[in-house]
């Protein structure tokens, strides 16, 4: 803490025992406040403004936030569920790779396109079909048609 | 239902037993949040984004600590990347519909809300959840992130810019 005067000092030293966190102020301290009118002035000053802001309430928010944040939970759900659904699909396309790089496989499954096409069939099962146009009702409403 | 009773039954994959914390907390969350970012739209965004923050760590949340002063780091965590990602938008300063406080609030307390709002946003944090709050300085340390020390002589800054800015607007 870096302090330029005495006055400072005191008034610190004063906050913390103000907010029951400092023990007791020395002797000295008391004795500077009784002689040094600003800082005791201050130390009003700091008692008048705890009070006023102990009873500062806060507005009522003005949004629910709940259908919000229920909606994300669910949203970040099933983004995590997604995750771990491919991540075992992940693994088997490693050992496919391995396998083609080091284990000598048949012609036909060695073509660098059969990995891939699994892939985007595995994606396609976990994820549903991205062209698929929504048509249930309950989807519609949610979107506002 | 209390804390305790929620973070039991979310623990168990309920996530309508979230909404006790979301109804319990979001007022003050959302009047925080747009202490931090300074911009109404990244305090609702930032606030959302805590709560989801909060439903999947719970499993990390002990339920003898205050649920609030553990979601806070959460929420301070999305204040922080919200403004990095956007920039500092900073609103013009606390009008009549100013969040954080009541719609029929008192002069005096809109006038005290104001000089907060005039505080830098961590001025503003400190002030708010000492006085407000009533957070003990080892709270502030934990949450913020800083050595008690750091704590009492930056509430000691903040206390006095609020001190200077309320008696520059007594009559």
């Known amino acids: 803490m870096n302090l330029s005067t005495d006055c400072e000092r005191v008034r610190v030293t004063l906050m913390a025992v103000f907010d029951g966190e400092g023990g007791q102020e020395s002797a000295a301290d008391r004795q500077h406040v009784l002689t040094c009118a600003p800082c005791r002035r201050w130390l009003e000053d700091l008692q008048s403004m705890t009070t006023q802001l102990q009873g ?9 936030l709940w259908l919000s944040v229920e909606g994300r939970i669910h949203d970040s759900e099933q983004r995590l569920t997604l995750t771990r659904q491919l991540w075992p699909v992940g693994a088997l396309l490693l050992v496919w790779r391995a396998a083609q790089l080091f284990v000598d496989l048949p012609v036909p499954m060695l073509h ?11 994606v396609w099962l976990v994820a549903g079909d991205p062209l698929a146009i929504e048509t249930s009702a309950p989807e519609l409403q949610k979107r506002g048609i | 239902m209390d804390d305790a009773a929620a973070t039991r039954a979310c623990r168990t994959g309920n996530v309508d037993a979230f909404r006790h914390f979301v109804d319990r907390y979001q ?17 609702a965004d930032a606030t959302q984004e805590a ?7 719970l499993r990390s949340f002990d339920p003898a600590r205050h649920f609030y002063a553990w979601f806070y780091v959460l929420l301070r965590n999305r204040c922080f990347k919200q403004r990095s990602r956007r920039g500092t938008r900073w609103e013009s300063g606390i009008d009549d519909a100013t969040p954080g406080v009541h719609p029929g609030i008192s002069e005096a307390h809109l006038d005290l809300w104001r000089a907060i709002d005039r505080l830098a946003p961590d001025d503003a944090e400190l002030v708010v959840l000492k006085h407000i709050e009533g957070w ?31 008696a520059g607007e007594r009559p």
């Not at chain 1, 806060?58 to 949004?63: C, F, K, L, V």
Request: cysteine-free; overall charge positive; charged content about 20%.
């Open chain 1, 56 to 64: 500062l309430p806060y507005q009522n928010a003005r949004m629910d």
């Open chain 1, 112 to 122: 660098p396109l059969v990995p891939l096409a699994a892939a985007v069939v595995a």
């Open chain 2, 136 to 166: 003990t300085y080892e709270e502030l340390s934990a949450a913020l992130a800083i050595p008690r020390g750091t704590v009492m002589s930056r509430l000691y800054g903040a206390r006095q810019r609020l001190l200077t800015m309320l």
């Open chain 2, 27 to 43: 007022t003050r969350a959302l009047a925080h949040a747009r202490l931090l970012t300074r911009n109404e739209a990244d305090a």
């Open chain 2, 51 to 57: 709560f989801v923050d909060a439903f999947r760590n």
